[in-house]
C-alpha cells in the first residue's frame, strides 16, 4: 500500500477524520459521488481531515483543498481539509460545490488530469442547473485569486480558468471565436 494512502487511513482511523453521509452543497442538497467498477456501483467515501486554524492545512493532502486516493481495494476515497473547506464555506461558498465535482471528476474518472476535472466539474455543476452567469463568475475570480499555481494547473489561477473555459468550449463544440477569452 502506499505510503500516503497508509497515512491517510492512519489519520481516519485515528479519529483525526470523520466520514461524511454525503456532501452538503453550498444550496443545502446532500449528493454524493458515485463510481461503477466491475459492475458494481458505490457511493465514494469522504473523509475529512484536520481540525487545525485557518491557514494550518492538513499535510497528507500536499496544501491542497481536497484529493482523491484509492482505499486499499482501489476504490477511490475523497479527502477534504476540514479547514481549507471551511475557509472556503466563509469566504467563497460557491467554491465548495465546485471542489466537489472537480474530486468526484477524479474519482469517476482516474485518468483525468486538473484541467480535464476542472472542466468536467464546470459541465457537471451546468448539467445540475446550478451553472449560471454570476457563478460563473464567481468560480473565475476565485481562480484568479490564485498567482501561482503548480505547473499542473498551468503556473497561475488565471491561466488555469482560461484553460478550464477553453475545454468547456471545446466540450461543448463551440468554435474558438466564442471561447473563454471573449467571455472573460
Known amino acids: 500500500m502506499p505510503v500516503m494512502v497508509r497515512l491517510l487511513l492512519a489519520c481516519a482511523l485515528a479519529g483525526g477524520a470523520g466520514s461524511a453521509a454525503a456532501f452538503e452543497r453550498s444550496d ?16 465514494v467515501q469522504e473523509v475529512w481531515l484536520g481540525h487545525g486554524e485557518s491557514g494550518d ?4 493532502l500536499g496544501g491542497a483543498a481536497a484529493a482523491v486516493r484509492p482505499d486499499p481495494d482501489g476504490w477511490p476515497v475523497i479527502y477534504f481539509d476540514v479547514v481549507t473547506m471551511r475557509t472556503f464555506r466563509q469566504s467563497d461558498p460557491h467554491m ?12 469517476t474518472g482516474p485518468e483525468r488530469d486538473e484541467l480535464e476535472a476542472n472542466c468536467e466539474a464546470f459541465l457537471e455543476l451546468e448539467r445540475q ?12 475570480a476565485t481562480h484568479r485569486k490564485w498567482q501561482r499555481l503548480p505547473s499542473r494547473y498551468g503556473g497561475s489561477g488565471i491561466t488555469f480558468w482560461e484553460k478550464t473555459l477553453a475545454c468547456v468550449d471545446a466540450r461543448r463544440g463551440l468554435p474558438k471565436t466564442e471561447s473563454a477569452a471573449d467571455r472573460h
Do not use: K, N, S, T
Open 57 to 60: 492545512r492538513h499535510p497528507a
Open 28 to 43: 443545502g442538497a446532500q449528493v454524493r459521488c458515485e463510481v461503477e467498477r466491475d459492475g458494481e456501483r458505490r457511493a
Open 96 to 107: 465548495l460545490d465546485f471542489i466537489f465535482y472537480h474530486e468526484c471528476a477524479h474519482a
Open 129 to 140: 442547473g446550478l451553472m449560471d452567469e454570476p457563478l460563473e463568475r464567481a468560480i473565475a
